[in-house]
């Protein structure tokens, strides 16, 4: 099973900040095939990015992804009020298809 | 509008029976892999099952193989969720999610489509 670590665990940042957030896998992750996802309280999750780094539909350019193997990042260019949330990265190339535990942006 | 409707949560002794519901609407059900993901309360998300377009391909969680058995009925646009031996680590809202075209563990096999999640809670 590929375990997830995502860090840091909560963030406390302002809005127009920037924010990267990681995503860090037990073992090389397949074809880049790594997702991440916003969800915030009473509601479902959010695809934001699949593939490492392409912009699900509808999501604004402030986010991108990155990363390839273990390592994946998710960046926030300028934080907006509707954006402080629960993000979860997610790798589905190998079963069992596996989450982070999620990292928390709060705002300051 | 593309959707996805879970039912068949609530309140369930240790050790019986529940059967989740999911119907799909908006898309082609048919084409897509299909999966239930779980969130126990204040916690993370927790993938359970995922299954191909024709059933052919079926994956469960360690935490749930042999309890829990995912299957679909394309005729009726409807993923469902049969959980045996319930525990009280099951408790949790499960989500039905759209996968990718055809099959899971697919290059496009991130979960675009969510429902709004239907409540197991196991207690006696």
């Known amino acids: 099973e590929i375990v997830l670590t995502q860090s840091p665990g909560t963030l406390s940042l302002s809005p127009g900040e920037r924010v990267t957030l990681s995503c860090r896998a037990s073992q090389s992750v397949s074809s880049s095939q790594l997702a991440w996802y916003q969800q915030k309280p009473g509601q479902a999750p959010r695809l934001l990015v699949y593939g490492a780094s392409s912009r699900a539909t509808g999501i604004p350019d402030r986010f991108s992804g990155s990363g390839s193997g273990t390592d994946f990042t998710l960046t926030i260019s300028r934080l907006e009020p509707e954006d402080f949330a629960v993000y979860y990265c997610q790798q589905y190339g190998s079963s069992p298809e596996t989450f982070g535990q999620g990292t928390k942006l709060e705002i300051k | 509008e593309v959707q996805l409707v879970e039912s068949g949560g609530g309140l369930v002794q240790p050790g019986r029976s529940l059967r989740l519901s999911c119907a799909a609407s908006?898309?082609?059900?048919?084409?897509?892999?299909m999966h239930w993901v779980r969130q126990a309360p204040g916690k993370g998300l927790e993938w359970v099952s995922g299954?191909?377009?024709?059933?052919?391909?079926?994956g469960y969680a360690d935490s749930v193989r042999g309890r829990f058995t995912i299957s679909r009925d394309n005729a009726k646009n409807s993923l469902y969720l049969q959980m045996s031996s319930l525990r009280a680590e099951d408790m949790a809202l499960y989500y039905c999610a759209k996968g990718g075209f055809l099959h899971w563990l697919s290059r496009d096999d991130a979960f675009d489509i969510w429902g709004q999640g239907t409540m197991v809670t196991v207690s006696s």
């Open positions: 299954i191909s377009w024709n059933s052919g391909s079926i």
């Open positions: 908006g898309f082609t059900f048919n084409d897509y892999a």
